[in-house]
Nanobody, 122 residues
Framework: QVQLVESGGGLVQAGGSLRLSCEAS????????MGWFRQAPGKEREFVAG?????????RYADSVKGRFTISRDNAKNTVYLQMNSLKPEDTGVYYC??????????????WGQGTQVTVSS
């Protein structure tokens, strides 16, 4: 079982930046593709960004965040990051870290964190 713990959420003004972190434990981190999802109030959870296992050479992004968000991983620290720049009020929501064994989670995932709140004020 993989345990995921997110951190780094908070309140930021539009145009600002935040970096989310997700630390994994319990299994060999490099064997897991990682992803970030978010859920806004009253909406379904949606894919934000994903990164492949091992070196993380492949990344995918939702169209709404391309050019503003960057996902990366540090296998030595068992951590995946989401750098969020040029934040907009519509980026507000609870951000969840996800992991899947040798698969990049883009729709569903077998392992989820508890989420961290991101609020962008206008």
């Amino acid at each position: 079982q993989v345990q995921l713990v997110e951190s780094g959420g908070g309140l930021v003004q539009a145009g600002g930046s935040l970096r989310l972190s997700c630390e994994a434990s319990g299994r060999t981190f490099s064997n897991y593709g990682m992803g970030w999802f978010r859920q806004a109030p009253g909406k379904e959870r949606e894919f934000v960004a994903g990164i492949s296992w091992s070196s993380g050479s492949a990344q995918r992004y939702a169209d709404s965040v391309k050019g503003r968000f960057t996902i990366s991983r540090d296998n030595a620290k068992n951590t995946v990051y989401l750098q969020m720049n040029s934040l907009k009020p519509e980026d507000t929501g609870v951000y969840y870290c996800a992991a899947d064994y040798y698969r990049m989670p883009t729709t569903q995932a077998n392992h989820w964190g508890q989420g961290t709140q991101v609020t962008v004020s206008s």
